[in-house]
């Protein structure tokens, strides 16, 4: 991957260079910002969506990171029972904003990719498997 180096950051002490990981990375956290969003997705793996922690936020993220301009990628996994729309549109809005915020690079497209639903707060009910005796 290339390093960012756009005239607007020389300066008269030398140039001001952000690798897409870090750009990666903010798009990751500001992603995980937004409520409804349980988790960041690394893709299909076998057909079954993995669900990534807090430890690698670069995961589930792609970026395309020109002089002056950014396209971002997330893959997420929503939360069952939010809307989807509203999720989506506010990983968007997040991720532009801190993007730009932080780097200054115009971000000019948030595709929000959604590869999974998960259910919070259902506990999974263990059955207990109970084999008659034959004895007494």
Known sequence: MTMIAADYEKTDMGTIQIA?????IIAGMATIEVPGVAGMSGGFAGGIAELLGRKN???GVKVDVG??????DVSIVIEFGTRIPEVASGVQQNVKHAIESMTG?????VN???HDVIFKG??????????????K
């Open 67 to 72: 002089q002056r301009e950014a396209a971002i």
């Open 57 to 59: 936020m670069s995961k």
């Open 105 to 109: 690079l115009s971000v000019v497209q």
């Open 112 to 114: 929000v990719h959604i």
């Open 122 to 135: 259902a506990d999974k009910v263990e059955e207990v498997e109970v084999t008659p005796t034959r004895v």
């Open 20 to 24: 897409p990981e870090v750009i990666e």
